[in-house]
Structures are given as structure tokens and as C-alpha cells.
């Protein structure tokens, strides 16, 4: 592969990663150092599109989330690009890890591959740009939820953005089918209504005109 910005110490672990892309992700055409937009003027190392429909962009670069990325990570929001961004570093042998930097990253979506000898290893798996969570403060949800919720917040943050979804609303379902139990049992439904509380849709029980 051929680098026009890249250091040269950076290009094995640029060759590195293109293994990964293509092997890892099924990534058939991998654009090296080229836009993803003409809207936006940074250009991320390594991108190529997958065949689920977005863009996989991996920045090489020995700090865990060079802060020139800011200004990309943006854009992508602000335009809805279906892109997800990892950055890939060298392993950290020597001198002080940027905790900061790697906290920042986590905290918008950004994944972390580290390469070590030619070979990788995923350290965080990047969540799509555009799917970005604001901090969510759970002490204002009560007690009895917090943890299910933080452990949901957690599994969308950690790349799988669907099931972190599909918990809370596991979650709901639960509370609002809690909720209907108690209004039956003391008498806020009619015992006409023979719906299953426990194993009819929650359509049904939401929608049900006895209640």
C-alpha cells in the first residue's frame, strides 16, 4: 500500500488493518487517505463501504483518539453519514497512556483496534456516528432500574446499538405489564377482560378498550 501523509512508522500498522478490513469485515475496495464526502475536508486513513451500507473509517495514529478527529466526527453527525470510525494504534509499550483522550473516544462511538507484531485485536467495537448517545444521567430513573438501564446504555455504547434498544424496551414491557397486574388485581380491570397479562402482545394489552 502507498501512503502520501501517513509517517512511515505508521504504514505497517496502516498494512495491518487493511487485513483486518478486508478479512474481518468483508471489505472488497479500501480507499487509502481519500475523502468519504465532498462536504467534509478531513480524510480519514483507511475507509471502505461494507456491504450492510455504511462506512467502516479507520485513522491510524499512536494516540488513542487524536483530537483532529473532532472536527470529522462532527460533520459526519451533522450530515447523517452512516459511518462507523475506529482509530487503530500501535501497542502501548512505552511512555503515558492519554486516558483522557481514550475516554473521550468511548464516549462518542469511536472503536479502538490495537496492532502488536501484524496482528490485531479489537479493543472496542465503534458504534455509528449518527447513533451517538448524550450522556444519560440514570439517578434520575429510580432505584430498582438503574442497573438495567446502565447495563443497556452500555451494550448500545459497546457497538451493539440494537440490542441496547431492544432492553429497554424489554424493559418497558415489563413495568407496563407489572403495572396492569396490579391495576387487576385490585379491581381497576374488569375480570371480563380476559387478556393474559403475561403472554399476550403488549398491543393488546395497551390497546384493549375494558381497560
Known amino acids: 500500500m502507498k501512503y502520501t501523509y501517513l509517517p512511515s512508522e505508521l504504514h505497517q500498522i496502516a498494512d495491518t488493518i487493511c487485513l483486518f478490513l478486508k478479512e474481518e469485515r468483508g471489505i472488497k475496495k479500501i480507499n487509502i487517505e481519500k475523502s468519504i464526502d465532498r462536504r467534509i475536508y478531513y480524510c480519514p486513513t483507511l475507509s471502505g463501504m461494507t456491504n450492510r451500507g455504511y462506512l467502516i473509517c479507520v485513522e491510524i495514529s499512536p494516540d488513542p483518539y487524536p483530537l483532529v478527529l473532532d472536527s470529522f466526527v462532527v460533520d459526519c453527525i451533522r450530515y447523517n453519514l452512516p459511518v462507523k470510525l475506529f482509530v487503530a494504534n500501535p501497542e502501548f509499550t512505552t511512555g503515558k497512556y492519554d486516558q483522557k483522550a481514550s475516554r473521550r473516544a468511548c464516549s462518542i462511538g469511536v472503536g479502538n483496534i490495537i496492532v502488536t507484531n501484524g496482528s490485531y485485536e479489537v479493543i472496542r467495537e465503534p458504534l455509528e456516528l449518527s447513533l451517538t448517545l448524550p450522556e444519560v444521567d440514570v439517578k434520575k430513573y429510580p432505584i430498582k432500574f438503574r442497573a438495567a438501564i446502565s447495563d443497556s446504555i452500555t ?24 403495572v396492569a397486574k396490579k391495576a387487576k388485581k385490585i379491581g381497576k380491570i374488569p375480570h371480563t377482560n380476559k387478556l393474559n397479562l403475561d403472554k399476550d402482545s403488549l398491543g393488546l394489552i395497551h390497546n384493549s378498550s375494558s381497560y
Open 155 to 178: 451494550t448500545y455504547k459497546n457497538g451493539n446499538p440494537v440490542k441496547g434498544v431492544s432492553d429497554v424496551c424489554d424493559l418497558i414491557e415489563e413495568i407496563i405489564r407489572n
